[in-house]
Every structure is written in C-alpha cells, then in structure tokens.
C-alpha cells in the first residue's frame, strides 16, 4: 500500500524522538480480514485479491483501447447540467444532480468533519457513508421518505440505515427506481468503471463494506487513466483527499447516479 495518510504522534525520550502511535487505515488489511472472517485461507486470500486486481487492470486497459479507437468521445459535461428531464412515463420531473457542487462539498470536508450539523459515525463502525450521503444532498438529491426504499438523516435518532450503511445504501440506490419509474428520490444504477463520473460512489467488498466518491477524474494524453476519490472511515487517518482510486484494495462496484426526482 502507498500514498496512505498516516497519524503520527511522537514522544520525546532522552532527546530521541520515538514513535508513540501510528495510526492509518490499511484498506487491503480490512479486505483481508473480510476474506478471513467467510473462511478462506490465507493462499485463498492471496490468490482472491490478486484475481481482482488483475481482472480489474486488464478491464480498464480495455476500455481506455476502445476510448482511443472511438473516434467520437463522449461529453461527460453532460452529466453537470441542471436540466429537468422529463419522460413520458414520469409523474414527477426529473433532475441531474449538481456535480460540481456534491465534488466541491467531497473535497471541503474530506480531511474534515462536518458535524454539527451532521453525524459523526467514525467510533460506530465508520462514518463512510455518512459522508458520501452528504455529498450526494450537497448534490442536491433530496431526503427520501416515501415509499419502500428510504434514504434520509435528521438526527442520531431519526434517520435510516441507508444513510450510514455501505450496502444498506447500495440497496436504496439500485432499488428505489429504474428506468421507468420516478418515484421520489433517487434513481442510480450498477455502473462500471469507464462509465462513472463526479459525484459517483464506487464500493468496496461484496456485499460492500465500504463507499467512496469520485472528485476527480486523471486524464493522460486525452484519455481517461483513473479517477480520484474522498472519504472517511474509521478515525482521522481514514479520511482522503483526492487520492487515486487505483491504489484502493479489493473488489470495486460502481453506482452511477443517473438523476432524482422530487
């Protein structure tokens, strides 16, 4: 693991400087012990990270081959319009969401908590999805009440698990609507790596463990090489600015965020 943020407290010991504590969050560590808890050995563990790992890097050489051969490049600017659409099915308008704002709101509060007004959930087994939640609002996806499917957070005590929870939010988002529906709230569908974009949340594990968003996009001679992400976890040193999704371990899903409606 490399570019990791590190928490490092000294102490001061006959005029040598010693390390006390050194606290970071080892996301492969955690991919490991997951693996571990299902019962696999630790050749099987091995064996499991690097098939993904392989897997994903031929993936991506892939669909960057096919980006150069396609002579038409898609205009991901798109995405950032705040345009109402608006479908013949739909009861309700359709909105995109504001990229640019949900990004901005990532990388203000990455290194950060923001709570007041927010919850902080880093000592109740990680504050991850509380922070992509509210990037997402910052969005402009709204507090989703209604219906079966349920995303909203007023307080500690009056909130729903979709909120907080990586694969509680998973189901939320895969599940409260689909390309002819609008109910209210979010509609967001399984996604892949050449096809997300600002304020898309990739995740780790399956079932998922862990949420992250995009804030960046790295681009090399024209072409889209990786995309940067902001987070939280489980304390200060979990928390991210901008830092390569390529240096991330384990099994990456990806949620696109196609529009909301309200």
Known sequence: ???LQHIIKLEKVNNDWKIEEDNYTN????????L???????????????????????????????????????????KNTLQPETSV??????????????????????????????GNYESMGGDCTNFTSQ??????????NSGTYKWYWYSDNNR????????????????NNSSSTSNYGLYA??????NVYLCDIVQLGSPPYHSMVISGVVESYGYKT?????QHSTGEAGRLKDYPLSQKAGTKYYIEMVRYFK
């Open 1 to 3: 693991m490399v570019g």
């Open 36 to 78: 571990r808890e299902k019962g696999k050995s630790l050749a099987e563990v091995k064996s499991s990270i690097l098939k993904d790992s392989e897997d994903e890097l031929l993936k991506i050489r892939n669909m960057i081959d096919e980006n150069k051969n396609n002579s038409t490049k898609a205009n991901l600017c798109e």
């Open 226 to 230: 990786d995309y940067l992400i902001c």
């Open 89 to 118: 099915e739909a009861r309700t308008t359709g909105y995109y969401l504001d990229r640019i704002a949900g990004r901005d709101y990532a990388r203000t509060y990455a290194l950060t908590l923001n709570s007041p007004p927010w």
């Open 135 to 144: 990037c997402l609002y910052a969005a402009g996806v709204p507090f989703d």
């Open 160 to 175: 729903v698990p979709a909120w907080t929870g990586a694969s509680q939010f998973k189901t939320y988002a895969l599940n």
């Open 27 to 34: 996301d492969l560590k955690i991919t490991i012990q997951k």
């Open 189 to 194: 569908k399984a996604s892949n790596w050449n």
